[in-house]
Protein backbone atom coordinates (compact mmCIF):
# COMPACT_ATOMS: atom_id res chain seq x y z
CA UNK A 1 0.00 0.00 0.00
CA UNK A 2 1.74 3.09 -1.31
CA UNK A 3 0.59 6.32 0.27
CA UNK A 4 2.89 8.03 -2.34
CA UNK A 5 1.45 7.21 -5.07
CA UNK A 6 -1.74 7.80 -3.72
CA UNK A 7 -0.62 11.08 -2.46
CA UNK A 8 0.00 11.55 -6.15
CA UNK A 9 -3.51 10.43 -7.27
CA UNK A 10 -5.23 12.81 -4.81
CA UNK A 11 -3.56 15.79 -6.32
CA UNK A 12 -3.91 14.85 -9.56
CA UNK A 13 -7.69 14.32 -9.02
CA UNK A 14 -7.41 18.04 -7.67
CA UNK A 15 -5.97 18.98 -10.45
CA UNK A 16 -8.15 17.72 -13.23
CA UNK A 17 -11.17 18.92 -10.87
CA UNK A 18 -9.61 22.38 -11.61
CA UNK A 19 -8.98 21.74 -14.82
CA UNK A 20 -12.57 20.58 -15.39
CA UNK A 21 -11.73 17.55 -17.28
CA UNK A 22 -14.27 14.79 -17.63
CA UNK A 23 -12.26 12.02 -17.49
CA UNK A 24 -8.89 11.87 -16.44
CA UNK A 25 -6.37 8.70 -15.50
CA UNK A 26 -4.58 7.34 -12.72
CA UNK A 27 -1.79 4.89 -12.56
CA UNK A 28 -3.43 1.52 -11.84
CA UNK A 29 -3.20 -0.29 -8.84
CA UNK A 30 -5.87 -2.59 -6.23
CA UNK A 31 -5.81 0.53 -3.76
CA UNK A 32 -6.75 3.22 -5.80
CA UNK A 33 -9.22 0.81 -8.14
CA UNK A 34 -10.94 -0.21 -4.54
CA UNK A 35 -10.88 3.59 -3.38
CA UNK A 36 -11.81 4.76 -6.68
CA UNK A 37 -14.99 2.49 -6.80
CA UNK A 38 -15.72 3.87 -3.12
CA UNK A 39 -15.63 7.11 -4.18
CA UNK A 40 -18.33 5.94 -7.32
CA UNK A 41 -20.10 3.93 -4.91
CA UNK A 42 -20.63 7.70 -2.61
CA UNK A 43 -21.04 9.48 -6.09
CA UNK A 44 -17.57 11.60 -6.38
CA UNK A 45 -16.99 9.75 -9.45
CA UNK A 46 -19.26 8.91 -12.87
CA UNK A 47 -17.23 5.42 -13.65
CA UNK A 48 -14.04 3.83 -12.96
CA UNK A 49 -13.00 1.66 -15.83
CA UNK A 50 -9.61 -0.19 -15.81
CA UNK A 51 -7.96 0.48 -19.46
CA UNK A 52 -4.64 0.73 -21.17
CA UNK A 53 -2.66 3.86 -21.84
CA UNK A 54 -5.37 5.81 -24.12
CA UNK A 55 -8.74 5.96 -22.70
CA UNK A 56 -11.69 3.46 -23.59
CA UNK A 57 -14.10 4.65 -25.63
CA UNK A 58 -17.16 6.08 -24.19
CA UNK A 59 -20.55 4.13 -24.00
CA UNK A 60 -22.59 4.85 -26.98
CA UNK A 61 -25.58 6.53 -24.67
CA UNK A 62 -23.54 7.09 -21.55
CA UNK A 63 -20.79 9.31 -23.15
CA UNK A 64 -18.04 8.29 -21.23
CA UNK A 65 -16.62 4.89 -20.81
CA UNK A 66 -18.10 2.27 -18.62
CA UNK A 67 -17.11 -1.02 -17.03
CA UNK A 68 -20.21 -2.72 -18.25
CA UNK A 69 -19.98 -1.95 -21.93
CA UNK A 70 -21.14 -4.46 -23.40
CA UNK A 71 -20.27 -3.07 -26.94
CA UNK A 72 -16.79 -2.76 -26.40
CA UNK A 73 -16.09 -4.83 -23.82
CA UNK A 74 -13.11 -4.10 -21.11
CA UNK A 75 -10.24 -5.68 -21.97
CA UNK A 76 -9.12 -8.28 -19.77
CA UNK A 77 -5.71 -7.78 -17.47
CA UNK A 78 -3.27 -10.05 -18.27
CA UNK A 79 0.28 -10.89 -16.98
CA UNK A 80 1.38 -9.07 -20.31
CA UNK A 81 -0.41 -5.91 -19.98
CA UNK A 82 -0.86 -5.71 -16.53
CA UNK A 83 1.88 -3.28 -16.48
CA UNK A 84 0.12 -0.90 -19.02
CA UNK A 85 -2.80 -0.35 -17.34
CA UNK A 86 -4.26 2.80 -15.98
CA UNK A 87 -7.53 3.40 -13.97
CA UNK A 88 -9.81 5.76 -16.47
CA UNK A 89 -12.02 8.05 -14.10
CA UNK A 90 -14.96 9.46 -14.85
CA UNK A 91 -15.33 13.29 -13.31
CA UNK A 92 -18.41 14.83 -12.31
CA UNK A 93 -19.50 18.28 -12.54
CA UNK A 94 -22.85 19.75 -11.01
CA UNK A 95 -24.38 22.97 -11.44
CA UNK A 96 -21.13 24.18 -12.91
CA UNK A 97 -19.30 23.09 -10.01
CA UNK A 98 -17.21 19.83 -9.85
CA UNK A 99 -18.78 17.29 -7.61
CA UNK A 100 -15.63 16.22 -5.77
CA UNK A 101 -14.44 18.85 -4.28
CA UNK A 102 -11.21 18.70 -2.86
CA UNK A 103 -9.27 15.47 -1.50
CA UNK A 104 -6.95 15.26 0.76
CA UNK A 105 -4.86 13.10 2.39
CA UNK A 106 -5.07 12.53 5.93
CA UNK A 107 -2.48 9.71 6.36
CA UNK A 108 0.87 10.99 5.21
CA UNK A 109 3.75 8.20 3.96
CA UNK A 110 5.78 9.01 7.18
CA UNK A 111 2.80 8.91 9.54
CA UNK A 112 0.19 6.17 9.12
CA UNK A 113 -3.25 7.04 11.18
CA UNK A 114 -5.49 4.65 12.41
CA UNK A 115 -8.91 5.02 13.81
CA UNK A 116 -10.91 2.91 16.01
CA UNK A 117 -14.78 3.19 15.90
CA UNK A 118 -15.07 5.19 18.94
CA UNK A 119 -13.11 8.15 17.48
CA UNK A 120 -14.95 7.50 14.22
CA UNK A 121 -18.16 7.97 15.95
CA UNK A 122 -16.99 11.24 16.79
CA UNK A 123 -15.76 12.11 13.53
CA UNK A 124 -19.03 11.20 12.02
CA UNK A 125 -20.83 13.62 14.17
CA UNK A 126 -18.73 16.58 13.38
CA UNK A 127 -16.14 16.33 16.48
CA UNK A 128 -12.55 16.02 16.52
CA UNK A 129 -10.90 12.61 16.99
CA UNK A 130 -7.21 12.64 17.48
CA UNK A 131 -5.24 14.04 14.68
CA UNK A 132 -8.54 13.16 12.26
CA UNK A 133 -10.84 16.48 11.92
CA UNK A 134 -14.54 15.77 12.25
CA UNK A 135 -17.02 15.73 9.13
CA UNK A 136 -18.76 19.15 9.61
CA UNK A 137 -19.81 20.50 6.18
CA UNK A 138 -22.13 18.52 4.34
CA UNK A 139 -21.19 16.60 1.59
CA UNK A 140 -18.16 15.68 2.99
CA UNK A 141 -16.69 12.42 3.29
CA UNK A 142 -13.71 10.05 4.65
CA UNK A 143 -12.20 7.02 3.08
CA UNK A 144 -10.91 4.41 5.28
CA UNK A 145 -8.85 1.39 4.60
CA UNK A 146 -10.27 -1.67 6.36
CA UNK A 147 -10.76 -5.57 6.74
CA UNK A 148 -13.45 -5.26 4.58
CA UNK A 149 -11.78 -3.07 1.67
CA UNK A 150 -11.73 0.51 1.45
CA UNK A 151 -15.10 1.89 2.89
CA UNK A 152 -16.55 5.27 3.78
CA UNK A 153 -16.10 6.62 6.67
CA UNK A 154 -20.33 6.14 7.82
CA UNK A 155 -20.34 2.72 6.13
CA UNK A 156 -17.11 1.79 9.04
CA UNK A 157 -19.33 3.30 11.97
CA UNK A 158 -22.01 1.53 10.76
CA UNK A 159 -20.13 -1.60 10.52
CA UNK A 160 -18.62 -0.95 13.71
CA UNK A 161 -14.94 -1.01 12.17
CA UNK A 162 -11.95 1.04 12.30
CA UNK A 163 -9.09 1.27 10.06
CA UNK A 164 -6.15 3.27 8.51
CA UNK A 165 -7.54 6.68 7.69
CA UNK A 166 -6.82 7.54 3.89
CA UNK A 167 -8.19 10.50 2.15
CA UNK A 168 -11.05 13.26 2.89
CA UNK A 169 -13.22 14.28 0.22
CA UNK A 170 -14.86 17.57 0.51
CA UNK B 1 -38.67 -66.79 -4.06
CA UNK B 2 -40.40 -69.13 -6.51
CA UNK B 3 -40.26 -67.52 -10.17
CA UNK B 4 -42.81 -70.54 -11.33
CA UNK B 5 -46.37 -69.23 -11.52
CA UNK B 6 -49.05 -70.94 -10.21
CA UNK B 7 -51.63 -73.08 -12.26
CA UNK B 8 -54.39 -71.37 -13.15
CA UNK B 9 -57.83 -72.44 -15.02
CA UNK B 10 -57.37 -71.51 -18.76
CA UNK B 11 -60.90 -69.83 -18.56
CA UNK B 12 -60.22 -67.72 -15.57
CA UNK B 13 -57.82 -65.75 -17.92
CA UNK B 14 -61.04 -64.37 -19.47
CA UNK B 15 -62.33 -62.63 -16.82
CA UNK B 16 -59.97 -60.30 -15.08
CA UNK B 17 -61.78 -60.23 -11.83
CA UNK B 18 -60.90 -63.45 -11.35
CA UNK B 19 -57.10 -62.61 -10.75
CA UNK B 20 -56.10 -62.33 -7.11
CA UNK B 21 -54.13 -58.66 -5.67
CA UNK B 22 -52.75 -55.85 -7.45
CA UNK B 23 -51.83 -55.69 -10.75
CA UNK B 24 -48.36 -55.02 -11.66
CA UNK B 25 -47.35 -52.97 -14.84
CA UNK B 26 -45.02 -55.12 -16.59
CA UNK B 27 -43.05 -54.11 -19.60
CA UNK B 28 -44.41 -53.77 -23.17
CA UNK B 29 -42.48 -54.97 -25.85
CA UNK B 30 -45.07 -52.99 -28.16
CA UNK B 31 -45.93 -49.62 -28.65
CA UNK B 32 -49.74 -49.44 -28.05
CA UNK B 33 -50.54 -48.11 -25.26
CA UNK B 34 -51.65 -50.74 -22.12
CA UNK B 35 -55.25 -51.35 -21.90
CA UNK B 36 -57.23 -49.34 -20.19
CA UNK B 37 -60.55 -50.25 -20.28
CA UNK B 38 -60.51 -52.53 -17.89
CA UNK B 39 -60.24 -50.23 -15.37
CA UNK B 40 -62.68 -48.75 -12.86
CA UNK B 41 -63.58 -45.17 -13.55
CA UNK B 42 -63.51 -42.94 -10.11
CA UNK B 43 -66.69 -41.80 -11.31
CA UNK B 44 -69.20 -44.50 -12.17
CA UNK B 45 -70.56 -43.45 -15.72
CA UNK B 46 -74.58 -42.63 -15.57
CA UNK B 47 -76.14 -43.52 -18.80
CA UNK B 48 -77.92 -40.35 -20.00
CA UNK B 49 -81.26 -41.79 -19.95
CA UNK B 50 -81.04 -42.51 -16.10
CA UNK B 51 -80.03 -38.89 -15.58
CA UNK B 52 -82.74 -37.52 -17.46
CA UNK B 53 -85.07 -39.97 -15.06
CA UNK B 54 -83.28 -38.87 -11.55
CA UNK B 55 -83.30 -34.83 -11.97
CA UNK B 56 -86.38 -32.82 -11.19
CA UNK B 57 -89.02 -32.54 -13.47
CA UNK B 58 -88.16 -28.06 -14.06
CA UNK B 59 -84.93 -29.77 -16.00
CA UNK B 60 -85.51 -29.32 -19.55
CA UNK B 61 -88.49 -27.45 -19.72
CA UNK B 62 -89.53 -26.65 -23.23
CA UNK B 63 -91.35 -23.69 -24.69
CA UNK B 64 -94.75 -25.84 -25.06
CA UNK B 65 -94.72 -26.66 -21.20
CA UNK B 66 -96.12 -23.20 -20.70
CA UNK B 67 -99.38 -23.20 -21.81
CA UNK B 68 -101.47 -20.48 -21.77
CA UNK B 69 -105.05 -21.41 -18.92
CA UNK B 70 -107.97 -22.93 -20.83
CA UNK B 71 -111.24 -21.44 -20.09
CA UNK B 72 -112.01 -23.98 -17.51
CA UNK B 73 -108.89 -22.53 -15.54
CA UNK B 74 -110.21 -19.67 -15.96
CA UNK B 75 -113.25 -19.75 -14.72
CA UNK B 76 -111.85 -21.70 -12.05
CA UNK B 77 -109.89 -18.28 -11.46
CA UNK B 78 -112.42 -16.03 -11.25
CA UNK B 79 -113.70 -17.88 -8.53
CA UNK B 80 -111.09 -16.73 -6.19
CA UNK B 81 -109.89 -13.96 -7.90
CA UNK B 82 -111.63 -10.24 -8.93
CA UNK B 83 -111.66 -8.86 -12.16
CA UNK B 84 -109.23 -6.56 -11.54
CA UNK B 85 -106.88 -9.35 -10.27
CA UNK B 86 -107.63 -11.65 -13.15
CA UNK B 87 -106.83 -8.63 -15.63
CA UNK B 88 -103.37 -8.53 -13.45
CA UNK B 89 -102.69 -12.26 -14.10
CA UNK B 90 -103.58 -11.90 -17.53
CA UNK B 91 -101.11 -9.11 -18.29
CA UNK B 92 -98.48 -11.20 -16.15
CA UNK B 93 -98.94 -14.38 -18.36
CA UNK B 94 -98.45 -11.92 -21.16
CA UNK B 95 -95.56 -10.14 -20.35
CA UNK B 96 -93.24 -13.14 -19.96
CA UNK B 97 -92.76 -15.29 -23.23
CA UNK B 98 -92.73 -19.13 -22.53
CA UNK B 99 -89.35 -19.30 -23.86
CA UNK B 100 -87.82 -17.14 -21.28
CA UNK B 101 -89.74 -19.25 -18.63
CA UNK B 102 -87.96 -22.26 -20.22
CA UNK B 103 -85.00 -21.11 -20.38
CA UNK B 104 -84.50 -18.86 -17.56
CA UNK B 105 -86.24 -20.17 -14.50
CA UNK B 106 -84.29 -23.40 -14.80
CA UNK B 107 -81.34 -23.99 -12.24
CA UNK B 108 -78.09 -23.82 -13.59
CA UNK B 109 -76.09 -27.31 -13.92
CA UNK B 110 -72.89 -26.02 -16.26
CA UNK B 111 -69.23 -26.17 -14.88
CA UNK B 112 -69.38 -21.79 -14.63
CA UNK B 113 -72.52 -21.56 -12.44
CA UNK B 114 -72.19 -19.77 -9.58
CA UNK B 115 -72.10 -22.04 -6.49
CA UNK B 116 -74.73 -20.04 -4.40
CA UNK B 117 -78.33 -19.09 -5.16
CA UNK B 118 -78.85 -15.48 -5.47
CA UNK B 119 -81.04 -12.88 -7.28
CA UNK B 120 -78.96 -11.11 -9.49
CA UNK B 121 -81.91 -8.70 -10.43
CA UNK B 122 -81.21 -6.53 -7.55
CA UNK B 123 -78.61 -4.42 -6.39
CA UNK B 124 -77.90 -5.44 -2.75
CA UNK B 125 -76.16 -2.22 -1.25
CA UNK B 126 -73.96 -3.80 0.60
CA UNK B 127 -72.41 -6.51 -1.32
CA UNK B 128 -73.06 -5.53 -5.35
CA UNK B 129 -71.21 -2.11 -6.49
CA UNK B 130 -72.17 1.50 -5.98
CA UNK B 131 -74.75 1.63 -9.01
CA UNK B 132 -72.82 5.24 -10.16
CA UNK B 133 -74.48 7.80 -11.85
CA UNK B 134 -73.31 8.14 -15.67
CA UNK B 135 -70.40 9.52 -16.30
CA UNK B 136 -71.47 11.95 -19.41
CA UNK B 137 -74.27 13.82 -19.41
CA UNK B 138 -74.89 13.33 -23.04
CA UNK B 139 -77.78 12.10 -24.81
CA UNK B 140 -77.53 11.08 -27.91
CA UNK B 141 -80.64 11.01 -28.74
CA UNK B 142 -82.15 14.04 -27.67
CA UNK B 143 -84.48 16.19 -30.54
CA UNK B 144 -85.26 19.71 -30.87
CA UNK B 145 -89.05 20.27 -29.87
CA UNK B 146 -91.43 20.98 -31.89
CA UNK B 147 -93.35 24.04 -32.33
CA UNK B 148 -96.42 21.57 -31.23
CA UNK B 149 -94.59 21.06 -28.10
CA UNK B 150 -94.02 24.21 -27.26
CA UNK B 151 -97.42 25.32 -28.00
CA UNK B 152 -98.56 22.25 -25.95
CA UNK B 153 -95.79 23.73 -23.26
CA UNK B 154 -97.33 27.16 -23.09
CA UNK B 155 -100.70 25.84 -22.70
CA UNK B 156 -99.90 23.73 -19.46
CA UNK B 157 -98.43 26.67 -18.34
CA UNK B 158 -101.27 28.79 -18.67
CA UNK B 159 -103.33 25.96 -17.58
CA UNK B 160 -101.93 25.30 -14.47
CA UNK B 161 -101.18 28.92 -13.21
CA UNK B 162 -103.91 31.13 -11.71
CA UNK B 163 -105.17 33.61 -13.64
CA UNK B 164 -103.18 36.68 -12.60
CA UNK B 165 -100.06 35.90 -14.12
CA UNK B 166 -97.08 38.04 -12.88
CA UNK B 167 -94.12 38.82 -15.35
CA UNK B 168 -91.77 37.04 -12.61
CA UNK B 169 -93.66 34.16 -13.27
CA UNK B 170 -93.94 34.00 -17.06
CA UNK B 171 -89.48 35.14 -16.87
CA UNK B 172 -89.30 32.02 -14.70
CA UNK B 173 -91.11 29.75 -17.20
CA UNK B 174 -90.02 30.75 -20.19
CA UNK B 175 -85.89 30.18 -18.24
CA UNK B 176 -86.83 26.65 -16.95
CA UNK B 177 -88.75 25.38 -20.59
CA UNK B 178 -86.34 23.01 -22.28
CA UNK B 179 -85.63 23.18 -26.16
CA UNK B 180 -84.98 20.00 -26.05
CA UNK B 181 -86.16 16.37 -25.82
CA UNK B 182 -84.09 13.81 -23.61
CA UNK B 183 -81.46 14.21 -20.91
CA UNK B 184 -81.58 17.52 -19.00
CA UNK B 185 -78.32 17.55 -18.13
CA UNK B 186 -77.60 17.49 -22.10
CA UNK B 187 -78.93 20.78 -22.59
CA UNK B 188 -77.84 21.98 -19.25
CA UNK B 189 -74.28 21.07 -19.29
CA UNK B 190 -73.32 19.44 -22.21
CA UNK B 191 -70.34 17.80 -22.74
CA UNK B 192 -67.74 19.73 -24.44
CA UNK B 193 -64.30 18.28 -26.46
CA UNK B 194 -62.36 21.15 -25.41
CA UNK B 195 -60.07 20.51 -22.22
CA UNK B 196 -60.89 22.54 -19.16
CA UNK B 197 -58.91 25.91 -18.48
CA UNK B 198 -56.35 25.42 -15.78
CA UNK B 199 -56.77 28.28 -14.86
CA UNK B 200 -59.41 30.83 -13.42
CA UNK B 201 -60.03 33.68 -15.26
CA UNK B 202 -57.59 36.51 -13.93
CA UNK B 203 -55.03 33.49 -12.31
CA UNK B 204 -51.56 32.49 -13.42
CA UNK B 205 -49.47 29.65 -12.65
CA UNK B 206 -47.36 31.86 -9.60
CA UNK B 207 -48.34 34.99 -9.79
CA UNK B 208 -51.02 36.52 -8.06
CA UNK B 209 -54.25 37.42 -9.69
CA UNK B 210 -54.12 40.45 -11.97
CA UNK B 211 -56.38 42.42 -9.89
CA UNK B 212 -54.36 42.11 -7.09
CA UNK B 213 -51.07 42.75 -8.87
CA UNK B 214 -52.95 46.02 -10.14
CA UNK B 215 -53.62 47.09 -6.51
CA UNK B 216 -50.13 46.22 -4.93
CA UNK B 217 -48.56 48.53 -8.13
CA UNK B 218 -51.19 51.08 -7.09
CA UNK B 219 -50.46 51.21 -3.70
CA UNK B 220 -46.79 51.50 -3.65
CA UNK B 221 -46.71 54.17 -6.18
CA UNK B 222 -49.54 55.64 -4.08
CA UNK B 223 -47.17 55.68 -0.91
CA UNK B 224 -43.96 56.42 -2.84
CA UNK B 225 -45.45 59.54 -4.13
CA UNK B 226 -46.71 60.30 -0.68
CA UNK B 227 -42.92 60.52 0.92
CA UNK B 228 -41.38 61.54 -2.87
CA UNK B 229 -41.71 65.02 -1.74
CA UNK B 230 -38.56 64.47 1.04
CA UNK B 231 -36.86 61.74 -1.32
CA UNK B 232 -33.64 62.58 -2.18
CA UNK B 233 -32.46 61.36 -5.61
CA UNK B 234 -30.17 58.71 -4.50
CA UNK B 235 -33.16 57.12 -2.26
CA UNK B 236 -35.59 57.10 -5.21
CA UNK B 237 -32.98 55.52 -7.39
CA UNK B 238 -33.08 53.10 -4.86
CA UNK B 239 -36.44 52.75 -3.81
CA UNK B 240 -36.71 52.11 -7.72
CA UNK B 241 -34.44 49.83 -8.11
CA UNK B 242 -35.47 47.43 -5.31
CA UNK B 243 -39.13 48.28 -5.09
CA UNK B 244 -39.22 48.43 -1.24
CA UNK B 245 -40.64 51.22 -0.06
CA UNK B 246 -39.00 54.41 2.29
CA UNK B 247 -40.68 52.75 5.65
CA UNK B 248 -39.53 48.70 4.65
CA UNK B 249 -35.83 50.78 3.86
CA UNK B 250 -36.02 52.72 7.03
CA UNK B 251 -36.54 48.83 8.79
CA UNK B 252 -33.61 47.45 7.51
CA UNK B 253 -30.77 46.84 9.51
CA UNK B 254 -28.04 48.52 8.11
CA UNK B 255 -24.38 48.96 9.91
CA UNK B 256 -21.56 51.47 8.96
CA UNK B 257 -18.33 49.10 9.98
CA UNK B 258 -15.41 50.34 8.68
CA UNK B 259 -14.56 54.06 8.07
CA UNK B 260 -11.29 55.61 7.02
CA UNK B 261 -10.29 58.48 4.89
CA UNK B 262 -8.65 57.55 1.24
CA UNK B 263 -6.28 59.51 -0.17
CA UNK B 264 -5.51 60.05 -4.17
CA UNK B 265 -2.14 61.61 -4.83
CA UNK B 266 -2.26 64.00 -7.81
CA UNK B 267 0.29 66.19 -9.37
CA UNK B 268 -1.94 68.81 -7.54
CA UNK B 269 -1.25 67.00 -4.11
CA UNK B 270 -3.22 64.92 -2.38
CA UNK B 271 -7.32 64.31 -2.34
CA UNK B 272 -8.86 63.08 0.52
CA UNK B 273 -12.03 61.24 0.39
CA UNK B 274 -14.34 59.55 3.03
CA UNK B 275 -14.71 55.53 2.68
CA UNK B 276 -17.13 53.80 4.27
CA UNK B 277 -18.60 50.53 4.23
CA UNK B 278 -22.00 48.99 5.28
CA UNK B 279 -23.88 45.61 5.41
CA UNK B 280 -27.61 45.35 5.16
CA UNK B 281 -30.04 42.84 5.97
CA UNK B 282 -33.58 42.02 7.07
CA UNK B 283 -32.82 40.07 10.18
CA UNK B 284 -34.36 37.01 8.32
CA UNK B 285 -31.47 36.13 5.71
CA UNK B 286 -30.93 38.71 3.76
CA UNK B 287 -27.72 40.51 3.90
CA UNK B 288 -25.01 43.24 1.64
CA UNK B 289 -22.64 45.20 1.21
CA UNK B 290 -21.63 48.43 0.12
CA UNK B 291 -18.73 50.57 -0.15
CA UNK B 292 -19.34 54.64 -0.96
CA UNK B 293 -16.55 56.97 -1.25
CA UNK B 294 -16.95 60.60 -1.01
CA UNK B 295 -15.58 63.90 0.20
CA UNK B 296 -18.28 64.39 2.55
CA UNK B 297 -18.26 61.44 5.75
CA UNK B 298 -22.43 61.85 5.60
CA UNK B 299 -22.43 61.23 1.80
CA UNK B 300 -20.12 57.81 2.04
CA UNK B 301 -22.33 56.70 4.41
CA UNK B 302 -25.13 56.86 3.08
CA UNK B 303 -23.86 56.01 -0.38
CA UNK B 304 -22.67 52.74 1.32
CA UNK B 305 -25.63 52.08 2.63
CA UNK B 306 -27.26 52.24 -0.12
CA UNK B 307 -25.19 50.61 -2.00
CA UNK B 308 -25.58 47.89 0.61
CA UNK B 309 -29.17 47.69 0.72
CA UNK B 310 -28.77 47.05 -3.28
CA UNK B 311 -26.55 44.36 -3.25
CA UNK B 312 -28.55 42.58 -0.80
CA UNK B 313 -28.81 38.67 -1.29
CA UNK B 314 -30.27 35.68 0.58
CA UNK B 315 -27.79 34.06 2.85
CA UNK B 316 -28.62 29.99 3.56
CA UNK B 317 -29.60 29.61 7.03
CA UNK B 318 -29.48 26.34 8.47
CA UNK B 319 -32.58 25.91 10.90
CA UNK B 320 -32.62 29.50 10.23
CA UNK B 321 -29.78 29.95 12.70
CA UNK B 322 -26.90 28.88 11.99
CA UNK B 323 -25.01 27.93 8.63
CA UNK B 324 -24.61 25.23 6.84
CA UNK B 325 -21.37 23.59 7.10
CA UNK B 326 -17.87 25.13 8.00
CA UNK B 327 -16.91 27.37 5.73
CA UNK B 328 -13.44 29.52 4.64
CA UNK B 329 -13.63 32.35 2.83
CA UNK B 330 -10.71 34.53 1.84
CA UNK B 331 -9.51 37.97 0.57
CA UNK B 332 -6.12 39.46 0.22
CA UNK B 333 -4.09 38.36 3.16
CA UNK B 334 -7.33 37.66 5.76
CA UNK B 335 -8.42 34.04 5.69
CA UNK B 336 -11.08 33.38 7.77
CA UNK B 337 -13.68 30.30 8.71
CA UNK B 338 -16.99 30.32 9.82
CA UNK B 339 -18.09 27.45 11.91
CA UNK B 340 -21.73 26.29 12.63
CA UNK B 341 -22.87 25.34 16.14
CA UNK B 342 -25.38 24.37 18.05
CA UNK B 343 -28.62 26.08 19.16
CA UNK B 344 -27.83 28.40 21.70
CA UNK B 345 -24.44 28.95 21.29
CA UNK B 346 -24.69 32.21 20.26
CA UNK B 347 -22.65 34.71 18.43
CA UNK B 348 -18.89 34.22 19.27
CA UNK B 349 -16.96 36.01 16.88
CA UNK B 350 -15.42 39.11 16.16
CA UNK B 351 -17.10 42.35 16.11
CA UNK B 352 -17.24 42.93 12.26
CA UNK B 353 -19.04 39.50 11.44
CA UNK B 354 -21.26 39.89 14.55
CA UNK B 355 -22.85 42.42 13.06
CA UNK B 356 -23.16 41.19 9.26
CA UNK B 357 -24.63 37.80 11.59
CA UNK B 358 -26.91 40.24 12.73
CA UNK B 359 -27.61 42.03 10.07
CA UNK B 360 -28.42 38.16 8.19
CA UNK B 361 -29.96 36.59 10.97
CA UNK B 362 -27.69 34.56 12.11
CA UNK B 363 -27.83 33.39 15.62
CA UNK B 364 -25.39 30.70 16.53
CA UNK B 365 -21.74 30.99 14.60
CA UNK B 366 -18.21 30.92 15.70
CA UNK B 367 -15.63 32.40 13.81
CA UNK B 368 -11.53 32.48 13.17
CA UNK B 369 -9.79 34.76 11.37
CA UNK B 370 -6.30 33.78 10.28
CA UNK B 371 -3.41 35.81 8.82
CA UNK B 372 -3.90 39.10 8.36
CA UNK B 373 -7.40 40.90 10.47
CA UNK B 374 -7.62 44.02 7.86
CA UNK B 375 -11.06 44.97 8.33
CA UNK B 376 -12.50 45.74 5.02
CA UNK B 377 -11.33 42.69 3.58
CA UNK B 378 -12.28 40.73 7.29
CA UNK B 379 -16.17 41.74 6.01
CA UNK B 380 -15.69 41.05 2.67
CA UNK B 381 -14.22 37.35 3.33
CA UNK B 382 -16.59 36.94 5.60
CA UNK B 383 -19.50 37.66 3.17
CA UNK B 384 -17.75 35.30 0.51
CA UNK B 385 -17.70 32.84 2.97
CA UNK B 386 -21.36 33.21 4.22
CA UNK B 387 -22.38 33.04 0.32
CA UNK B 388 -20.04 30.11 -0.54
CA UNK B 389 -22.15 27.51 1.70
CA UNK B 390 -23.25 23.97 -0.10
CA UNK B 391 -27.14 23.45 0.05
CA UNK B 392 -27.14 19.72 1.36
CA UNK B 393 -30.04 19.51 -1.30
CA UNK B 394 -27.67 20.13 -3.96
CA UNK B 395 -24.95 18.07 -2.58
CA UNK B 396 -27.47 15.17 -2.45
CA UNK B 397 -28.30 15.55 -6.35
CA UNK B 398 -24.73 15.88 -7.00
CA UNK B 399 -23.85 12.60 -5.38
CA UNK B 400 -26.36 10.72 -6.72
CA UNK B 401 -27.69 10.10 -2.55
CA UNK B 402 -30.40 10.17 -0.65
CA UNK B 403 -29.57 12.59 2.44
CA UNK B 404 -31.34 13.01 5.48
CA UNK B 405 -31.14 15.49 8.01
CA UNK B 406 -30.72 13.61 11.14
CA UNK B 407 -31.85 16.12 13.76
CA UNK B 408 -34.76 17.08 11.54
CA UNK B 409 -35.68 13.02 12.20
CA UNK B 410 -34.94 12.90 15.61
CA UNK B 411 -37.22 16.20 16.65
CA UNK B 412 -39.72 14.85 13.92
CA UNK B 413 -39.10 18.48 12.40
CA UNK B 414 -40.11 20.43 15.00
CA UNK B 415 -36.84 22.31 14.73
Not at chain 2, 69 to 97: C, F, N, R
Not at chain 2, 201 to 219: F, H, M, S
Not at chain 2, 222 to 239: F, H, Q, V
Not at chain 2, 385 to 412: I, N
Request: net charge positive; proline share 6%; charged share 30%.
Amino acid sequence: MSLVNLAHVCSHLNNATKARLSLTSIPNSNLHLKLCLAMQNSGYLSSVVRGGPTPPPAHPILGYPAANDEAEGVEAVTRDNVASRRLWLGLKYWKNESVLGKVKMVSKPTRRVNIDVEGLRRVVRGEDAGSVGGLRSPGESLFLSTDRGILEARECVEKKIGGLVLCRVL
Amino acid sequence: MSFARPARCLFCNFSRNAIPGTRVPRRQFHPTPAPLSNRKPKIPSVKAPEKQNGSSSRQDLKPEDFKAYTEEETAHLAKEYSAAQMEAIKAGEAAISPKDLSEQSVRRTDPYRFKYLDDFSVIEPGIDRHVRAPETNSDYNFKLKSEDQFIEDFGRFFAESNEDIRPADFVRFAESLRLTEGKEENELNPHSALVPDLFGPGETIDEPRVEERKTAAEKGEKERSLEAEELTDALKSLLLATGYTERQVRELRTKTLVSHSVVNQTRLGKVRRAYRLSVAGNGNGLLGIGEGKSEEAADAKIQSQYRAIRNMQPVPRYENRTIFGDVKGKVGAVELQLMHRPPGFGLRTQHLIYEMCRAAGIHDLAARVNRSRNKMNTVKAAYEALMSQRDPEEVARARGKKMVDVRKVYYAGKV
